[in-house]
């Protein structure tokens, strides 16, 4: 294959203009000349500069353009191009800078800071080169420029960008834009290759006409005849076939095409928006990745929408803050206890603590060095329900109230005695204890005492408040209490009261979330979502920040996360598995 350029000019035509161009045999030069230079002077360069690139032997293309502009570059500022088959040489000096027009996406290529500067490459078919100098590129933003070209051809956009300069006759704006278009080189059909390949291989067959014999020459004729009618009648059809294929393929690219166009403009957009407008950046990163999912499911399969597909993935994190990865195994628990299966899972400082309901066991975990321990076993917490840590003690929930795990004979002490019914929630903060009751509708303190025991009861939500906790499923303290429901409402209360809080929508909508995690030390609030596959952390505030997908987190059990060591840990029956916060 090989490439027709087609330079399409903007610039002055009058011998006054101060913007020139010039083209000849593959060679395309954009010259912007000083002010004080006469008509005769701007001849005389134009010709040397001929002269200079077309009489020089023994270089190559680079480096004879390099050197050419070089010699000139006191008088003029230049863009010049030299296209030597697929191989495109670009020199520029000045300020005058070179930019291409690839697939829907504009790349700064080179750029004049008061030196030559060169660079050579490769074309591909429906390539654009813009050659333009300062004047034009301080007036035309790279925003108007991709989008007139992701519109129109370089005719239609020169036109469109004349309209925005006005007269060039007036003005030192100059441009030139390149269009590469592949050309077949003249080559046998494949039908014909066929044929021409069957002759040579064919023997030549001789005929001699022996008296008595011409009735069996001519019979022997008709089968040779009919042999290579059906050849050719075969491969005609094959050609037939190739053709329809090939038209078949052509109108389904011509169909889609636009739309493959458009979501990687709407991509690129997106990308240098992010600082500016963040808003409207994720619009456009949405409308992408619809277009490129779209595509994926209709079967179009093309090169360029697999880099479409690569490209909404890697940028997710950045605009949207999804992140896509399998979290890894951060401990296999079986190899503690054989038949470990865990049922929650909590933290308190820097440990994680599993519990396993069903083998009355439960262990300590350190989020850095992952040291192991057993806090307690079927002895102290045979028939336990849930459990809480606050510092370095620990809180089991029973059917016969709540037991502190000791390091005495007995194992265990009754610090809190059943006087409740139905399912509750509860968590330890600072010293006292915190009872969820979804069948009183009310959240019940247990202060903590001198002597480490704990007072009766006491209403913490103050009265005058209509509260609906019977949906709660998760409860959280950090200072405030954090209260998951199942109708997708995350509760905050402070002092007793609730504290006015939503979160910014996400989609999908989070449905059946499992489990709410924060401490104090913590930004954010984590949320465990398997409906979704996935976490979604906000700030406290209610911001959104991060969602973590993976189809590992429709199993997960629980979630636990320190900041510090960037680790959101998921509890997986017998294993501990973590995701790494990218966000942070």
């Given at each position: 294959?090989?490439?027709k350029?087609t330079?399409?000019?903007?610039s002055g035509k009058?011998?006054a203009?101060l913007?020139?161009v010039?083209?000849?045999?593959n060679?395309?030069v ?12 701007k ?8 002269e200079?690139?077309?009489s020089?032997?023994?270089l190559?293309?680079f480096?004879?353009l ?12 230049v ?9 495109v040489?670009?020199v ?5 800078q ?6 829907g ?7 004049g ?7 050579s490459?490769?074309?591909k078919?429906?390539d654009?080169l813009i050659m333009g100098?300062?004047?034009?590129f ?5 925003g ?12 239609v956009a ?5 309209l925005i300069?006005?007269?060039i006759?007036e003005n030192?704006?100059g ?6 278009e592949e050309?077949?080189?003249?080559k046998?059909?494949?039908f014909?290759?066929i044929?021409?390949?069957?002759v040579r291989v064919l023997?030549?067959?001789k ?8 009735e ?5 004729s008709?089968?040779?005849?009919v ?7 075969i491969l005609?059809?094959v050609s037939i076939v190739?053709?329809v294929?090939q038209?078949n393929?052509?109108l389904?690219?011509?169909k889609?095409?636009?739309?493959l166009?458009e979501?990687r403009h709407?991509?690129?957009?997106a ?5 500016l407008?963040?808003?409207r950046s994720k ?7 619809k ?5 994926v ?6 090169e360029?929408?697999s880099?479409l597909?690569?490209?909404?993935v890697?940028?997710?994190g950045?605009?949207?803050g999804e992140?896509t ?5 951060f401990l ?9 299966k ?13 519990l396993d309901?069903?083998?009355g ?7 850095e060095?992952?040291k192991?321990e ?5 002895d ?9 840590v606050?510092?370095d ?5 029973t059917d ?10 007995s ?8 006087d409740?019914?139905?399912?509750v929630l509860?968590s ?18 247990f202060?903590?005492l ?5 007072g ?5 939500l ?7 906790l ?5 409860m ?11 109708n ?10 609730p ?8 989609s999908?909508?989070f449905s059946?979330?499992?489990s709410?995690?924060?401490n104090?030390?913590?930004t954010?609030l984590?949320i465990?979502?398997?409906e979704?596959?996935r ?7 209610g911001?959104?920040k991060?969602?973590?997908?993976a189809d590992?987190i429709?199993?997960a ?9 960037r ?8 294993k501990?598995?973590?995701l790494?916060?990218?966000h942070?």
């Amino acid at each position: 294959m090989s490439f027709k350029i087609t330079p399409v000019s903007l610039s002055g035509k009058s011998q006054a203009s101060l913007v020139q161009v010039h083209e000849t045999n593959n060679l395309v030069v954009l010259m912007t000349l000083k002010s004080n230079v006469d008509f005769s002077q701007k001849s005389q360069i134009i010709s040397r500069f001929d002269e200079e690139f077309f009489s020089k032997r023994g270089l190559t293309p680079f480096n004879n353009l390099r050197e050419t502009v070089q010699k000139v570059d006191q008088e003029i500022s230049v863009a010049a191009i030299y296209v030597d088959g697929k191989c495109v040489n670009c020199v520029v000096t000045g300020a005058s800078q070179i930019m291409l027009f690839r697939a829907g996406v504009l790349a700064n290529i080179l750029e004049g800071k008061g030196t030559v500067v060169a660079a050579s490459g490769y074309s591909k078919n429906e390539d654009v080169l813009i050659m333009g100098n300062k004047s034009f590129f301080d007036k035309v933003s790279q925003g108007e420029l991709r989008a007139i070209l992701f519109e129109s051809n370089p005719t239609v956009a020169v036109e469109k960008l004349r309209l925005i300069l006005g007269s060039i006759e007036e003005n030192t704006a100059g441009c030139v834009m390149v269009s590469f278009e592949e050309v077949a080189e003249e080559k046998e059909t494949k039908f014909l290759k066929i044929v021409h390949f069957l002759v040579r291989v064919l023997p030549e067959r001789k005929i001699h006409v022996v008296p008595g014999s011409f009735e069996n020459v001519r019979t022997s004729s008709r089968k040779t005849t009919v042999l290579v009618g059906v050849i050719l009648l075969i491969l005609l059809t094959v050609s037939i076939v190739f053709g329809v294929k090939q038209r078949n393929l052509k109108l389904l690219k011509s169909k889609y095409e636009s739309r493959l166009n458009e979501a990687r403009h709407q991509l690129d957009e997106a990308d240098s928006l992010f600082a500016l407008n963040p808003i409207r950046s994720k619009e456009l990163f949405n409308q992408a990745k619809k277009t490129s999912k779209d595509l994926v499911n209709e079967g179009v399969k093309d090169e360029r929408l697999s880099i479409l597909e690569k490209d909404v993935v890697g940028m997710s994190g950045k605009i949207l803050g999804e992140y896509t990865s399998e979290p890894d195994l951060f401990l296999d628990l079986s190899l503690l206890s054989s038949g470990f299966k865990g049922s929650e899972v909590i933290a308190s400082s820097d440990k994680i603590y599993v519990l396993d309901k069903t083998g009355g066991k439960l262990v300590s975990i350190d989020f850095e060095t992952k040291k192991t321990e057993v806090v307690a076993g079927p002895d102290q917490i045979s028939d336990v329900l849930k459990v809480a840590v606050y510092a370095d003690r620990t809180f089991v929930l029973t059917d016969k109230g709540i037991y502190e795990v000791t390091a005495d004979k007995s194992g265990k002490s009754l610090v809190v005695e059943k006087d409740w019914e139905g399912e509750v929630l509860f968590s330890s903060y600072t010293g006292n204890i915190y009872l969820l009751d979804k069948s009183k509708n009310t959240i019940w303190r247990f202060s903590g005492l001198q002597n480490g025991s704990f007072g009766p009861k006491q209403k913490w939500l103050g009265s005058g408040f209509t509260v609906d906790l019977t949906k709660s499923n998760s409860m959280i303290i950090d200072g405030s209490v954090w209260i998951l429901t199942d109708n997708e409402l995350i509760l905050k209360y402070a002092l007793g009261a609730p504290i006015s809080f939503s979160t910014s929508e996400v989609s999908p909508k989070f449905s059946k979330p499992l489990s709410i995690y924060t401490n104090e030390d913590l930004t954010g609030l984590y949320i465990l979502d398997p409906e979704n596959s996935r976490v979604l952390v906000f700030d406290k505030n209610g911001e959104y920040k991060a969602s973590y997908i993976a189809d590992k987190i429709k199993e997960a059990k629980g979630l636990v996360v320190s900041e510090k060591t960037r680790k959101a840990i998921l509890l997986l029956d017998d294993k501990l598995y973590f995701l790494e916060l990218k966000h942070l």
